[in-house]
């Protein structure tokens, strides 16, 4: 079996090396060739990998390359190692094919910055970090690239670092993320413990290893929970969940290509990954899975609910991007690992789409966000607005799109854990099935407001270049409109395919990808069971009622600008994000700086007065002779010091003897 | 003794090179101090290779007599503990003194400036080359002569008081550890009937009875504790890393911070195993509080370079953390955290230099989007910035990785609280250079003026400073890449640390084991 791993890091690793010395220097075109042309490469590899793959029976699936021996301290060795395996497969396959897509769209988005070769060079960065995150055969190198990332969502995020705005996102995404690389880092100490200092994935995790050695046997049942914990504060601090997503919404500061590829399709969907990768670690705790999917459950519907009153297109996805997020979760909970891992895949496509189409409309007015000021862009944006729609149907969930078999998988997988689990996994079926209404709702509100109707904002700037502007007549306030070219367009319409038909990956009765995961992965639930079936109908109708009401309230595209007067405070709650926010600020940030000012004042500053106030008169006489110091002051001292070492030293001697 | 003395010439190149750098013209001096410094890391640089990486125990050891009947000999060699040490030296006070180009320029007074930072770096590399408890100290104590000097008469505007404050603590601690020097040796040889002798590898033999070891441990730690900054000892670091001219701040926190763990390792831990363990609770409580509550201050600090102040501070906390967690991982980390926190830290002060001298304050709230103009200070900010929060992958991870690892594995609530400063570390150091080269411009003050070019052009990094900063970039990636080329050579050094800290009671008294 082939293992091309480590050129698919390499791809992007060059990429990012040349575009970040030599990019400054070099045409637009050249950038964009190598920046596009190192991620399609990964692409090809990955495919090639995957092929090779399918070709060897299943259980001899995995495949380990080490490069080099990183570090050795006692019985401490790690070496940098690379892991090709089912899941390893599938997710590099997301990461490099979407990302190349999203590269693409980005010669069209940033065709006119000044930092185009830094932006290429930056998403070539989180593409080699993201890659190493998912190809990594230890714990440890695990980390790396998941810090590897959290420093390209830093970059990236900040890309426009001269808005103050900007900065801020960036440092609150990096600061969040490494509480979870907090987490990770007490993970790895405690399974150092707990496995003699192995960290790699065949040891701790079986893979690829014939006789795998059952966590239970190895440490206590405490210990395995508080690494699967601590394992998952890691992963809810890298995919958003509660209460560590508060970086998500803000991070939309960046380019909207960014949030398409990190903040959407890839690296927030890391926590998902770490989870099914460690599958065995949270299964061997099993009160660990109840911990996620509480957490999961309740950001779901969090972020639904926030999602239905916000007026920026950006923050809509972007607690979309966290409800889903929590779904996959909620499947992985359940115990429905592959199918956390589908709805990733899909979630991949749609979610991507999501931010390119609202993207295109950003694109086309000129920098406008507020949906408020949008609207009637149906005609004039055709192309846009019709795969917004396909990538709206799959987000809810609607026959045949891809979202409406990866997501009724985790409904299903839910339902099934509740049928031996008792009342709390209904209690969570039930959530997954509310915020499928909201989720209906919520899309199709962005939809209705954004593009039916009349427009609403005021008249478009005429187009920068004058190339592909709109025409049409004097006095039209969309005469300015920019619309997006080729570049923009090209990826959307192979991502709005992938929206449609990505469901084929895992349809009941042919189960490609659940049994392809299924060494790396397992899944909950028969497709083709009659429980699945009542959940996928049950999902669809929910879906449905959310849509009917969006169209209800905004088919007309009715602005949303009434809301506060009709639904008063319910509303202000939400938009104030349930005062999550305030509350790390109040009761966090605020109370951090306080102490640190209190130690300033009542510690610090005592103990560097100590020096002069302790040893009182000594200084206040060397003071005065400051002026003489370089001369009297060190001679007598060493002087001094000397003497009084000859005298002791006889003394010690004569007594000694 | 017919072998090259190599280890002599290490120490006395700097010391020699010094008096001339007096005797030269001005304009030569600056041209001087470079080239001694880059032969002696030339010939620091050149042992890596020659030394066996796999044997324990000293090498190129070199004896001469002198005051035999005190015990005092001339000896010195070298291992794998100090191997990296003497490189570390040499590089950063090469790098200082390439970036002293401002100081270079300031007249008659260049000659002993220049002397003084190539005494101060023999002194140091004396220090991780003594195998005499009594050279030792001596060594110890001249370094304290020319880094007083450095800061007292080439400072900033409170220089007297930071250089007083600086000679007080440090004489406190050197006059504890001079009694302990003695002690040592008077209780040893006492105890095992031999003559007075401070050679290293005899007391080491011999063993120091368990009795002892308490007194004699705080003793020694009184220096160390002082001289790495532990809190609350800490009080002449900030005055003096603010106040010295940021050159000397780099070696002073650089290297000669690291004298100090280089002596807890030498000296303290296989010497006193016994006390070590005794005293882990307090010890170990106190580089907890001194990491969490230094990241706390460098969290608020207006002033930049008293912010390097603190998270130098800080991460030398983790250091001295790694070291009590007496286990391979911890002291394994400790040591390549040595030489990690040495270049870091120095091309941070080198960079508040680079920063200071373009636009005159050290103010953080007068700053904003310097990046604009200064696009390679800027990278080279941003690189260095996260290495020193612990960016995995760059080279401090993977010695504060050993030592919260080492530490957890011995209590996982000392482990555990250490490893949260990785959070405030992320903090201010974003909170630094996001400060300084992000944001919004400042539409007044002195970065505005230098925005607008009313001060001359605002030019991005200088030759001097390219030539200093590209080495420990390089190594900032090159360490954290490959740290086994560290971790491969100090493996030896470290076994034989820990096997020595595992004899609870010392083989001279004799036990009858268990």
Redesign the interface.
């Known amino acids: 079996m082939l293992n091309l791993t480590p050129f698919i890091l390499l791809a992007p690793l060059v990429g990012f090396v040349a575009l970040g010395l030599f990019g400054r220097a070099l045409p637009r075109a050249v950038i964009a060739v190598i920046g596009c042309g190192v991620v399609l490469i990964g692409f090809a590899l990955a495919v090639a990998d995957l092929i090779s793959m399918l070709g060897v029976a299943p259980a001899q699936r995995v495949s380990d390359v080490t490069l080099w021996t990183w570090i050795t301290a006692g019985t401490f060795h790690v070496p940098f190692g690379l892991l090709s395996d089912p899941l390893s497969a599938v997710m590099l396959l997301v990461v490099t094919g979407v990302g190349f897509l999203i590269h693409v769209y980005s010669i069209g988005y940033m065709e006119g910055d000044p930092g185009f070769w830094r932006f290429f060079a930056f998403l070539n960065f989180f593409v080699f970090a993201m890659t190493l995150l998912v190809a990594a055969d230890n714990f440890l190198f695990l980390l790396v690239g998941w810090a590897g990332v959290g420093l390209a969502s830093f970059l990236l995020i900040g890309f426009w670092y001269t808005r103050a705005s900007a900065a801020a996102a960036a440092r609150k995404a990096f600061v969040v993320n490494v509480i979870g690389d907090f987490g990770l880092l007490i993970a790895i100490f405690l399974l150092f413990g707990a496995y003699h200092g192995a960290l790699d994935y065949r040891t701790v995790l079986g893979i690829g290893s014939a006789q795998a050695v059952a966590p239970t046997s190895v440490a206590p049942g405490g210990v395995l929970l508080a690494i699967a914990l601590t394992l998952f504060v890691a992963a809810a601090a890298k995919s958003a969940q509660l209460p560590l997503h508060v970086w998500l919404p803000d991070a939309m500061e960046g380019p909207t290509p960014v949030s398409a590829l990190i903040h959407a399709a890839t690296m927030v969907t890391a926590g998902v990954y770490l989870v099914a990768r460690a599958h065995s670690l949270f299964t061997a705790a099993p009160t660990s899975l109840v911990v996620v999917a509480v957490v999961a459950g309740a950001t779901a519907f969090f972020a639904a609910t926030i999602a239905c009153v916000q007026n920026d297109i950006k923050r809509i996805l972007a607690y979309s991007t966290m409800s889903q997020l929590g779904y996959m979760f909620m499947g992985e909970a359940a115990g429905g690992f592959s199918s956390g891992i589908f709805h990733l895949v899909t979630h991949a496509f749609f979610k991507a789409l999501l931010f390119m189409c609202a993207g295109a409309v950003i694109h086309a007015l000129g920098g406008e966000q507020d949906i408020r000021k949008m609207g009637g862009l149906r005609e004039r944006l055709a192309g846009t607005f019709w795969l917004f729609v396909v990538s709206g149907l799959a987000l809810a969930a609607i026959f045949p799109f891809a979202g409406f078999w990866s997501k009724d998988a985790i409904l299903g997988a839910i339902l099934q854990r509740a049928t031996t689990g008792g009342a709390g996994w209904y209690a969570l079926y039930a959530v997954g099935l509310l915020t499928a209404g909201l989720t209906g709702f919520y899309i199709f509100r962005l939809i209705f407001v954004t593009f039916f109707g009349a427009y609403r904002g005021a008249p478009v700037a005429a187009a920068h270049g004058g190339g592909h502007a709109a025409g049409g007549r004097a006095g039209d306030p969309l005469a300015g409109l920019h619309l997006p070219g080729l570049a923009l367009m090209a990826p959307m319409w192979v991502l709005g395919a992938l929206s449609l038909v990505g469901g084929a990956l895992d349809l009941p009765g042919s189960q490609l990808l659940s049994d392809f995961l299924a060494p790396a992965a397992p899944s909950a639930i028969e497709l083709t069971s009659a429980l699945f079936w009542v959940s996928l109908a049950a999902g669809l109708i929910c879906a449905l009622v959310g849509i009917a009401i969006a169209w209800s309230r905004y088919g007309q595209g009715q602005a949303p600008a009434g809301d506060e007067a009709r639904v008063g405070a319910l509303v202000v709650f939400l938009r104030r994000r349930w005062f999550v926010d305030d509350l790390y600020e109040g009761a966090i940030v605020r109370p951090i700086l306080a102490l640190s000012r209190g130690l300033r004042f009542g510690v610090e500053d005592d103990t560097l007065e100590a020096g002069s106030r302790g040893l009182g008169d000594a200084v206040g006489s060397l003071s005065a002779g400051l002026r003489g110091l370089q001369t009297g002051f060190l001679r007598n001292y060493t002087l001094t010091l000397f003497l009084g070492a000859v005298v002791i030293l006889v003394y010690f001697i004569a007594v000694s003897q | 003794m017919t072998q090259f003395p190599i280890l002599s010439v290490i120490v006395f190149l700097p010391i020699v090179g010094a008096l001339i750098a007096l005797a030269l013209p001005r304009r030569a001096a600056w041209g001087w101090g470079i080239l001694v410094a880059l032969v002696d890391l030339a010939l620091a640089l050149a042992l890596i290779p020659l030394t066996q990486s796999g044997g324990a125990g000293y090498q190129f050891v070199e004896h001469a007599r002198w005051l035999p009947e005190?015990g005092i000999g001339y000896a010195l060699g070298v291992d794998g503990l100090s191997l990296f040490l003497l490189s570390l030296n040499g590089l950063i006070t090469l790098v200082a003194l390439i970036a002293s180009w401002p100081q270079a320029q300031s007249g008659d007074r260049v000659r002993g400036y220049i002397a003084l930072m190539l005494l101060l770096a023999g002194a140091m590399q004396g220090v991780f080359l003594a195998t005499n408890v009594f050279l030792f100290y001596i060594f110890w104590?001249l370094m304290l002569?020319p880094a007083?000097?450095l800061v007292?008469?080439f400072g900033g505007p409170r220089r007297?008081?930071a250089?007083?404050?600086f000679?007080?603590?440090t004489?406190?601690g050197?006059?504890l550890m001079?009694?302990g020097v003695?002690?040592l040796?008077?209780v040893v040889?006492?105890n095992a009937g031999v003559s007075?002798t401070l050679d290293l590898p005899t007391l080491l033999r011999l063993g120091v009875p368990v009795s002892a070891q308490g007194i004699l441990f705080l003793a020694f730690m009184a220096a160390f504790a002082v001289k790495s900054g532990l809190f609350?000892f800490?009080?002449?670091a900030?005055?003096a890393y603010v106040e010295a001219p940021a050159p000397v701040t780099a070696v002073v926190a650089g290297v000669m911070a690291k004298t100090a763990i280089y002596g807890m390792l030498r000296i303290v831990a296989p010497l006193f195993p016994v006390a070590m363990r005794t005293y882990f609770p307090l010890i170990g409580t106190l580089a907890v509080i001194g990491i969490l509550?230094f990241a706390?201050?460098a969290?608020?600090s207006t002033d930049f370079k008293r912010l390097l102040a603190y998270v130098s501070l800080s991460h030398m906390g983790v250091i001295v953390l790694g070291v009590f967690a007496l286990?391979?991982?911890g002291i394994?980390?400790a040591i390549i955290q040595m030489v990690n926190h040495g270049i870091i830290i120095a091309a941070l002060f080198l960079i508040a230099a680079a920063i200071e001298a373009r636009i005159g304050v050290r103010r953080l709230a007068e700053f904003g989007?310097l990046?604009?103009r200064l696009p390679w200070l800027a990278t080279a900010f941003l690189i260095t910035a996260?290495a020193a929060?612990g960016?995995?992958?760059l080279n401090s991870f993977?010695g504060e990785?050993?030592a919260?690892?080492g530490a957890?594995?011995v209590n996982?609530v000392y482990?555990?609280l250490a490893?949260?400063v990785?959070?405030?570390?992320?903090?201010y150091m974003?909170?630094f250079f996001?400060g300084v080269?992000?944001?919004?411009?400042p539409e007044s003050g002195p970065v505005a003026k230098a925005l607008a070019g009313a001060s001359g052009k605002l030019a991005d990094l200088r030759w001097q400073e390219w030539l200093a900063l590209i080495p420990l970039i390089a190594l900032i990636f090159y360490l954290g890449i490959?740290?086994?080329t560290l971790?491969?050579r100090t493996?030896a050094a470290?076994?034989q640390i820990?096997t020595a800290t595992q004899q609870v009671t010392p083989p001279a008294i004799g036990t009858t084991g268990g």
């Open positions: 005190l104590e002569v007083y000097l007292g008469m007297a008081y250089a007083i404050k000679v007080l603590y004489a406190v050197s006059l001079l009694i003695i002690w040796g008077v040889s006492s007075f609350p800490h009080g002449w900030p005055d509550y706390l201050q969290l608020i286990n391979a991982q394994q980390g989007a990046a604009t996260l929060l960016l995995p992958g993977a990785f050993l919260f690892l957890f594995h996982w482990g555990g490893t949260l990785v959070i405030p570390a992320a903090w974003l909170r996001q080269m992000e944001g919004a411009a490959f740290p086994a971790t491969g493996e470290t076994q820990v």
